[in-house]
């Protein structure tokens, strides 16, 4: 878990593809909202943009530890032509 600077509570699950020997990473908040819950005054437990900030933080990790082929996509499974080389807001 992952508490950003205005309190923000997001998560970060990693998993392996198989069999194409590649990984996946999710970032998102750690408590989402539904109608119920908006209807019982909660909010999700962070905004897009907190989602987007961590992304590029992990991006930015990533790359300076040199690893490469990276995609990233807003709510999709990132593949060749649906995917962006860095965070972007979807």
């Given at each position: 878990m992952y508490v950003g600077r205005a309190g923000a509570e997001l998560e970060v699950?990693?998993?392996a593809?198989?069999?194409?020997?590649?990984?996946m990473l999710q970032v998102a908040p750690l408590r989402t909202g539904g109608l119920l819950s908006a209807l019982l005054g909660r909010h999700p437990s962070a905004?897009?943009?907190?989602?987007?900030?961590?992304?590029?933080?992990?991006?930015t990790m990533l790359k300076t530890e040199q690893f490469t082929g990276i995609l990233w996509c807003w709510d999709g499974m990132p593949e060749p032509g649906h995917g962006t080389p860095t965070p972007e807001a979807g």
């Open positions: 699950a990693v998993a593809v198989v069999p194409a020997s590649e990984w905004t897009p943009d907190d989602v987007l900030g961590l992304a590029r933080a992990i991006d």
